[in-house]
């Protein structure tokens, strides 16, 4: 199985598993419904609606949770944290459906206490589907399910009851195993998944993501900046006369200029959330979430001098070193205002960054986006 992060997989797994969640419940109560209507005639009246009451409200908890966390984004949990909130569910929906073969189980009716057992098995194993994610939920599930049958075919004193009663653990044990079979297919699936979509959003040759990849970062932290009212900052970076550089030194040289230059930029980002990215030739983007002007040009300065210190020798320019020109910009996102508008104003900084002398720092205003 291919490798990767490990909270992603989590995060999308129990999102696959809340969205699961809709028809394998809606299946159980239709089940619970028609359950209640075959031991009508053969069971006390109050106690069939109070269980079949208990089914529907487990149920309706379930999908409450459910439907709270079938987005990847809003299951951004720290690692275990989802059991504090699903398992407990998970434990008594299947008590709602144990509890039955206790509290139903018609003494002198065979035709409907096989019914009984067959229709919690069926719902047990219909429930496979649901928990295909999350295998240990299902375990849990199925001891909450065939708990209470087991206890009540062993009490019950007929042979053949406890000959199934002992049947039971090998029942539920293989819909265990073929659940886990199952889960670790969906995992390799989304590993797979997570693998290509990783190699499509990064540049081939400087292994940083490239400009598709930081369209979308872009678009989603400019409205997380206008619902939060913090600071978005872009950086644009260009090469020096890249183009005199791979004429005078060749086009592998130039090449392994830039894989180094993307290495320097990388390095010198040291918050989570922040990213480089290739923009296309031999121009590099930044963006920084959170981050005002004063930081924002500080950081660029930085870059700067770090690709200086580098020493890759570069005749055509003034020092004889590779050197980068730097335009950037700040601002407080508002939904009307297009992220676009803040990638000209730092656009409109590198040129006059280019066009002041190269090898320097510009940080630019544009009258349609709001400065912090």
């Not at 990767?4 to 696959?16: E, G, I, M, S």
């Not at 995992?187 to 940083?208: C, K, P, R, V, W």
């Amino acid at each position: 199985m291919i490798i990767n992060d490990p909270h992603q997989l989590t995060t999308h797994q129990l999102a696959q598993f809340n969205r699961q969640t809709g028809v394998g419940l809606l299946v159980g109560v239709v089940n619970a419904v028609v359950l209640a209507g075959f031991l009508w005639t053969v069971t006390d009246h109050r106690r069939l609606v109070i269980w079949l009451t208990a089914v529907i409200l487990t149920s309706g908890l379930r999908l409450f949770v459910a439907r709270a966390h079938a987005i990847p984004e809003r299951v951004m949990l720290m690692p275990g944290h989802w059991a504090h909130i699903h398992l407990p569910v998970t434990v008594l929906v299947g008590l709602a459906w144990g509890s039955a073969a206790l509290f139903l189980f018609p003494v002198d009716a065979f035709p409907q206490q096989i019914l009984l057992i067959l229709m919690i098995g069926a719902t047990a194993a219909g429930a496979l589907p649901m928990y295909i994610a999350l295998p240990t939920a299902y375990g849990i599930y199925l001891v909450s399910v065939f708990g209470p049958l087991m206890a009540r075919l062993f009490l019950d004193g007929d042979e053949a009851f406890q000959i199934m009663a002992g049947m039971l653990p090998v029942f539920a044990g293989s819909l265990w195993i073929t659940a886990r079979s199952m889960h670790f297919g969906l995992m390799e699936s989304l590993s797979l998944h997570f693998n290509f979509q990783t190699l499509a959003s990064l540049d081939g040759l400087t292994q940083i993501p490239n400009r598709r990849h930081f369209d979308v970062a872009l678009a989603n932290e400019w409205k997380r900046a206008a619902r939060s009212g913090t600071p978005l900052s872009v950086i644009l970076i260009d090469v020096d006369k890249f183009k005199v550089y791979n004429d005078t030194y060749g086009h592998q040289a130039g090449d392994v200029c830039l894989q180094r230059v993307a290495r320097v930029l990388s390095d010198n980002l040291r918050r989570a959330g922040d990213m480089v990215a290739r923009y296309g030739g031999e121009e590099f983007v930044l963006l920084l979430h959170q981050t005002p002007r004063d930081e924002g040009v500080v950081l660029a300065e930085r870059l700067r001098a770090s690709v200086e210190r580098l020493g890759i020798e570069h005749s055509g320019v003034e020092g004889g070193k590779v050197t980068i020109s730097v335009g950037g910009a700040t601002c407080i996102p508002e939904p009307q205002v297009q992220e676009a508008a803040l990638l000209r104003a730092a656009d409109d900084a590198l040129y006059q960054a280019k066009h002041g002398g190269r090898n320097r720092v510009v940080w630019g205003l544009r009258a349609d986006v709001q400065n912090p």
